[in-house]
């Protein structure tokens, strides 16, 4: 396992994301409120972290839901998974929504989504006429069967 230097500027009250454990691949991101939120069924809020962050070229920050507020709470990031590009330098926001039929009320501090920072490739394209053939062909949505 390899290890990158992230700099980032931390403008909340809270400790920096630190991984539960020493395999985990996301860190838990907290909430930077200064007044709790609460989230109304299918209503979506940017919630603030107070952290900034400077990528490396040829790395992404992805932002992904935490897997006990969507299985206890119904609550998950919309646009999962979120990406930070290495030249965005705002504020860490986390746009959350609640799936529930019920209130949640989101508290200063609150883990509220989780942070994977991986490596990334770009493209260029080559313009052709014709691809490979492959097993799978045309085949879409469930063409490769149920089991």
Same mark, same amino acid.
């Given at each position: 396992? /390899? $290890?990158?230097?992230?700099?980032?500027?931390?403008?909340?009250?809270? +400790?920096?994301?630190?991984?539960? #454990?020493?395999?985990?691949?996301?860190?838990?991101?907290?909430?930077? @409120?200064? *007044?709790?939120?609460? @989230?109304?069924?299918?209503?979506?809020?940017?919630?603030?972290?107070?952290?900034?962050?400077?990528?490396?070229? !040829?790395?992404? &920050?992805?932002?992904?839901?935490?897997?006990?507020? &969507?299985?206890?709470?119904?609550? #998950?990031? @919309?646009?999962?998974?979120? /990406?930070?590009? +290495?030249?965005?330098? !705002? *504020?860490?926001?986390?746009?959350?929504?609640?799936?529930?039929? #019920?209130?949640?009320?989101?508290?200063?501090?609150?883990?509220?989504?989780?942070?994977?920072?991986?490596?990334?490739?770009?493209?260029?394209?080559? @313009?052709?006429?014709?691809?490979?053939?492959?097993?799978?062909?045309?085949?879409?949505? !469930?063409? $490769?069967?149920?089991?």
């Amino acid at each position: 396992m /390899t $290890t990158i230097q992230l700099k980032v500027i931390n403008q909340s009250e809270h +400790a920096l994301p630190e991984y539960a #454990t020493i395999l985990s691949a996301g860190l838990d991101l907290k909430a930077n @409120l200064s *007044e709790s939120i609460l @989230l109304k069924p299918l209503q979506r809020y940017l919630i603030p972290t107070g952290l900034f962050i400077e990528l490396p070229a !040829g790395f992404e &920050a992805q932002i992904r839901p935490r897997s006990g507020l &969507a299985f206890k709470n119904g609550l #998950t990031v @919309l646009n999962a998974p979120g /990406t930070i590009d +290495a030249d965005y330098r !705002g *504020e860490v926001k986390v746009l959350l929504v609640n799936l529930s039929d #019920t209130d949640f009320i989101v508290n200063n501090g609150e883990r509220i989504a989780q942070m994977v920072v991986a490596k990334h490739e770009q493209i260029v394209w080559k @313009l052709v006429n014709q691809l490979e053939n492959s097993k799978r062909g045309l085949g879409g949505f !469930g063409s $490769t069967g149920n089991k």
